[in-house]
């Protein structure tokens, strides 16, 4: 993807609205800079009419070192011999016209060409994005808040590239918490399993003006059932090759769309609210996923409205599930109102206890340690983690005539769905 360069927004609104969805744009060489050292897929950098002739210069040189397989595209109010001159002499590129808006787009078509020759000279293998996957077996947990605010934080601000698919196919409301109306979504994939590409998928994103690129589900529910296995797991492998992050916010059942996405995922976020049915839920899916061998050992726990006024605590809800709480989110009038007005808390109010504690959980996936802040203020003197609910009887001693097959070791099986 192509990264444009330029601080004034009015002279980058025509440029972006002929440079390719999804598109980064950043105000300065120092974001400019921080986000290629983090990719090393960005065709072409557009240098925008605002900056000044010696600072476009400047970064110009600058890119043939930081990134050479990447065309500087240096866009002018007027170009004179000077400006040309001074251009070639650092590296650029072309140099285009403000008012010649087909021209940029020439351009960035030459720029892609010349890029993928170049790469596919490159012996060193792509790395491919992570897959995180939100899940929860009973609805209305706020998993599609959770999705959005997460996809969000592991931005870091635009460092890294996210996406997020909305694969509750039925009844998904990613495209109405960010206040987006896309014109395509995932259904509009339905029947290209085996001509899919990046370029075709892109065409079916919409992007959000935080950076953050979503996939839409269906506008119709019957489309679910003509979403193969196949088609989400073509569309995942073609996702991680061009995103950092993409995050799933999946339905609140085990059918094969979220089976097979689960079968891609590689960190799982379990979500779950303090009453006793979600918790019941979430106990039978975990064994589920024991079953599967889903994301072992890359298991989160989020607990979404953790008040513990309701009569049950973190602590409980371990012993409960027998597995740790990795962040809490407590109840909050802010997020309501948040997604409400179409702009997620993350946005709107970054250091808000909520963006907060998911920033910390933005940071566990990313390999950051920091330690999550708790939703409710820790008392002192800890209560031990309760024992689970379920009475455990004692063993009883063996006898020759019998055998516990438990003693062979747990047997685990992976189902193939594919």
């Not at 495209?175 to 995932?186: C, E, G, N, Y």
């Not at 059932?225 to 059942?253: C, I, K, M, N, W």
């Not at 939703?375 to 055998?403: F, N, Y």
């Given at each position: 993807m192509p990264i444009l360069l330029d601080a004034d927004p009015a002279k980058a609104a025509p440029l972006v609205a002929v440079l390719p969805a999804g598109t980064q744009v950043v105000d300065s060489a120092d974001r400019l800079f921080t986000w290629l050292t983090h990719r090393s897929d960005e065709y072409a950098v557009v240098l925008g009419p605002s900056l000044s002739v010696p600072e476009a210069m400047t970064i110009a040189d600058r890119m043939r070192t930081v990134l050479p397989t990447a065309s500087v595209i240096l866009v002018r109010d007027?170009?004179?011999t000077d400006v040309l001159t001074r251009a070639m002499h650092a590296g650029v590129r072309e140099v285009v016209s403000a008012g010649d808006l087909p021209q940029v787009t020439a351009s960035l078509q030459r720029a892609h060409a010349l890029w993928a020759a170049l790469r596919g000279t490159a012996s060193a293998p792509a790395k491919l994005g992570r897959v995180i996957t939100i899940f929860s077996p009973k609805g209305g947990v706020g998993k599609t808040t959770m999705s959005v605010n997460l996809g969000i934080a592991l931005m870091r601000g635009g460092e890294n590239r996210v996406c997020v698919v909305d694969l509750d196919l039925a009844f998904g409301d990613i495209a109405i918490t960010l206040q987006l109306f896309p014109t395509h979504s995932i259904e509009h994939a339905i029947g290209g399993e085996s001509s899919m590409d990046y370029a075709f998928v892109e065409e079916l994103m919409t992007p959000h003006e935080s950076g953050l690129m979503v996939l839409a589900a269906p506008s119709q529910p019957d489309a679910r059932e003509r979403v193969s296995g196949a088609l989400v797991t073509r569309l995942l492998h073609t996702l991680q090759s061009?995103?950092?992050?993409v995050v799933l916010?999946?339905?609140?059942?085990?059918?094969?769309?979220?089976?097979?996405?689960?079968?891609?995922t590689d960190d799982c976020i379990i979500v779950a609210t303090l009453d006793v049915p979600t918790l019941k839920n979430v106990k039978v899916a975990l064994e589920t996923l024991d079953v599967l061998g889903v994301a072992e050992g890359h298991r989160h726990l989020l607990l979404n409205r953790a008040d513990?006024?309701?009569?049950?605590?973190?602590?409980?809800?371990e012993g409960i599930l027998g597995m740790g709480v990795t962040v809490q989110v407590a109840t909050s009038l802010d997020i309501a109102k948040a997604t409400n007005a179409?702009?997620?808390l993350m946005l709107s109010s970054p250091s808000h206890p909520s963006s907060k504690a998911l920033k910390s959980l933005a940071d566990k996936l990313m390999g950051y340690e920091t330690a999550?802040?708790?939703?409710?203020?820790?008392q002192k003197g800890r209560t031990p983690r309760l024992p689970r609910p379920e009475p455990i009887p004692a063993p009883q001693p063996a006898t020759p005539a019998t055998t516990d097959k438990r003693?062979?070791?747990p047997k685990r099986f992976r189902i193939s769905r594919r």
């Amino acid at each position: 993807m192509p990264i444009l360069l330029d601080a004034d927004p009015a002279k980058a609104a025509p440029l972006v609205a002929v440079l390719p969805a999804g598109t980064q744009v950043v105000d300065s060489a120092d974001r400019l800079f921080t986000w290629l050292t983090h990719r090393s897929d960005e065709y072409a950098v557009v240098l925008g009419p605002s900056l000044s002739v010696p600072e476009a210069m400047t970064i110009a040189d600058r890119m043939r070192t930081v990134l050479p397989t990447a065309s500087v595209i240096l866009v002018r109010d007027s170009v004179d011999t000077d400006v040309l001159t001074r251009a070639m002499h650092a590296g650029v590129r072309e140099v285009v016209s403000a008012g010649d808006l087909p021209q940029v787009t020439a351009s960035l078509q030459r720029a892609h060409a010349l890029w993928a020759a170049l790469r596919g000279t490159a012996s060193a293998p792509a790395k491919l994005g992570r897959v995180i996957t939100i899940f929860s077996p009973k609805g209305g947990v706020g998993k599609t808040t959770m999705s959005v605010n997460l996809g969000i934080a592991l931005m870091r601000g635009g460092e890294n590239r996210v996406c997020v698919v909305d694969l509750d196919l039925a009844f998904g409301d990613i495209a109405i918490t960010l206040q987006l109306f896309p014109t395509h979504s995932i259904e509009h994939a339905i029947g290209g399993e085996s001509s899919m590409d990046y370029a075709f998928v892109e065409e079916l994103m919409t992007p959000h003006e935080s950076g953050l690129m979503v996939l839409a589900a269906p506008s119709q529910p019957d489309a679910r059932e003509r979403v193969s296995g196949a088609l989400v797991t073509r569309l995942l492998h073609t996702l991680q090759s061009h995103f950092d992050y993409v995050v799933l916010d999946t339905a609140p059942a085990f059918d094969e769309q979220t089976l097979t996405a689960l079968d891609e995922t590689d960190d799982c976020i379990i979500v779950a609210t303090l009453d006793v049915p979600t918790l019941k839920n979430v106990k039978v899916a975990l064994e589920t996923l024991d079953v599967l061998g889903v994301a072992e050992g890359h298991r989160h726990l989020l607990l979404n409205r953790a008040d513990e006024q309701v009569g049950i605590g973190a602590d409980k809800v371990e012993g409960i599930l027998g597995m740790g709480v990795t962040v809490q989110v407590a109840t909050s009038l802010d997020i309501a109102k948040a997604t409400n007005a179409g702009r997620p808390l993350m946005l709107s109010s970054p250091s808000h206890p909520s963006s907060k504690a998911l920033k910390s959980l933005a940071d566990k996936l990313m390999g950051y340690e920091t330690a999550p802040p708790a939703a409710v203020p820790p008392q002192k003197g800890r209560t031990p983690r309760l024992p689970r609910p379920e009475p455990i009887p004692a063993p009883q001693p063996a006898t020759p005539a019998t055998t516990d097959k438990r003693d062979e070791g747990p047997k685990r099986f992976r189902i193939s769905r594919r």
